[in-house]
């Protein structure tokens, strides 16, 4: 009897969208519903098959509002008791839903996590994305609670959601982290699962993963601060660069190298733009 509601935001991305909505539609145990957050993207989406669809119900922002606009809308447009959210630019595997309801018998649990599998290490983007960016050799061998709230491949109690205030629609990226801190002060915690996997619909360019990496690690107020420009200096130099010269692959090195100042610089940009986009909070 459980209904579960899938929120997918997307700019752009309707090369991958396809792919994305497919794996939410063959899911094990059904999602009741698909909303699909066009968040101010150049054109309507062009699928004739996704805009006629009955499983997908399409809100479109005539300008780009960001992440945390584009979450709190949908969250409140959901009819589920369970919102399950995937990036377009991802799939979830067949089970995705299934595993995860498995964890929300404890109250507590506020979101449940799948794990990132790369499908391709063959350039250095790819091993580098890998390597920095989902930390896959990194991932824990078993299910465990954890601090960080992610939202690329997540399903969350819905009344949790709303419990906390909703999504900050002022936030273009570090909204999924500021609502998991809130979630935490309530004493709710996040789960995530190794066994429980998310796949890339496509390799990434190099001027993509450092975009994503820059947003995943700005500062969580989103105004850039010296502080943490050395903070992300220091990072790129240990563990990042170190690991790529252990692993005696300079040209992911290189890019480890680029990451700090590209932060610095998207900083600025998304500061600038939520200064002169300033919204109200609801």
Known sequence: NLKVSAVVPCL???????????SIMKQSLRVC???????????????????????VKILRNEVNQGRGFSRALASKEASGQFLLFVDAT???????????????DDPKVAAVSGTYSSQSQSTAVDRWRSRHLFRESHTPQVAE??????????????SVVMEAGNFNPNLSYKEDQELGERLGKLGYFM??????KIYPSKSNSLAQILERYARWNMD?????????????????????MQEDLEERDLPCALISLLVP?????????????????????S
Not at 36 to 50: A, N, V, Y
Not at 191 to 196: E, T
């Open 90 to 104: 991802n799939q979830v595997e067949e089970r995705f839903v299934e595993k995860c309801l498995s964890h929300f």
């Open 12 to 22: 752009n991305q309707w090369d991958t969208l396809p792919l994305c909505l497919e």
């Open 145 to 158: 609670p954890c601090k960080m709230l992610i939202t690329y491949g997540t399903m969350m109690r819905t």
């Open 33 to 55: 519903e698909i909303i699909l957050i066009d968040d101010g993207s150049k054109t309507e989406c062009p699928d004739p098959s996704i805009r006629k669809s009955p499983h």
């Open 220 to 240: 969580p107020d989103e105004k850039p601060s010296v502080k943490g420009y050395f903070h992300n200096l220091k990072a790129s130099i240990k563990p990042m």
């Open 191 to 196: 789960i995530g699962d190794p066994g429980i």
């Open 261 to 281: 100042h590209l932060q610095l610089f998207h900083g600025v940009k998304t500061y600038i733009k939520n200064k002169n986009e300033k919204r109200k909070y």
